[in-house]
């Protein structure tokens, strides 16, 4: 089944500690990006990719790195977290041509204490 | 002003009618562009791409008014399952594929 898959789903830390969010596309698609969705702000974007190795800022990206190692995965890393970053993420992947629509994950609900 | 802008609703509905919403973008480089769905807490999920001559997926209608920058999405017969919030993507394309999204509006289809 073609899909993109994040982990964890729920995710409650501390100040502080470091995560990583996962997320993996089997499409073999050369576009990946990461959102952060807030009630009132909507779906906004934190860093994108458009293929191995090239990654770029979105919107939002203070406080977030990336990497993009192999086309499958594009991880979402919180060095340090903090309250503000509270929300829900996801990860979406597409084909490069403009005109191709975004497939989601199922998104992860980070609480940051 | 806002690169996409929807009306946030909540939009009230009975079961069976017929209901509009529009979306409006500023960039006039635009190049293509989407309604999804997205159910409280869930991700959203594509609806239909919108095409240049306007396209229809069963109940569902959408154009694109590219001289007054906007999209529209028409929904007739409404069921209680499309209660939901739909969003617009706008992708202004090009090299950097940037694509922009609406709030949303939410609809509630009541009986």
């Known amino acids: 089944e073609a899909q993109v898959t994040q982990n964890p789903r729920y995710l409650i830390t501390v100040t502080g500690k470091k995560l990583t969010v996962t997320c993996s596309q089997n499409?073999?698609?050369?576009?990946m990006s990461w959102y952060r969705q807030d009630p009132g702000l909507g779906l906004r974007q934190i860093y994108y990719?458009?293929?191995?190795?090239?990654?770029d800022k979105g919107d939002v990206p203070e406080g977030y790195k990336v990497s993009r190692k192999e086309k499958r995965n594009f991880p979402l890393i919180l060095e340090s977290p903090s309250p503000n970053q509270t929300s829900l993420y996801f990860c979406?992947?597409?084909?490069?041509?403009?005109?191709?629509?975004?497939?989601f994950g199922n998104g992860t609900r980070l609480t940051v204490t | 002003r806002k690169e996409v802008e929807q009306d946030p609703g909540p939009f009230n509905v009975p079961e069976g009618a017929t209901v509009a919403f529009n979306c409006t973008y500023s960039n006039s480089a635009s190049q293509s562009f989407f309604w999804y769905r997205q159910d409280c807490r869930k991700e959203p999920k594509l609806l239909m791409s919108v095409y240049s001559s306007g396209n229809e997926d069963g109940r569902f209608t959408a154009q694109l008014n590219r001289a007054s920058q906007y999209i529209s999405l028409l929904i007739r017969d409404s069921k209680l399952s499309d209660s939901a919030t739909y969003l617009c993507v706008v992708n202004v394309g090009g090299g950097g594929n940037k694509l922009t999204f609406g709030t949303g509006t939410q609809l509630k289809v009541e009986l």
């Open positions: 499409m073999n698609h050369e576009y």
């Open positions: 990719s458009m293929n191995v190795e090239v990654t």
């Open positions: 979406a992947s597409k084909m490069r041509a403009a005109n191709s629509p975004l497939h």
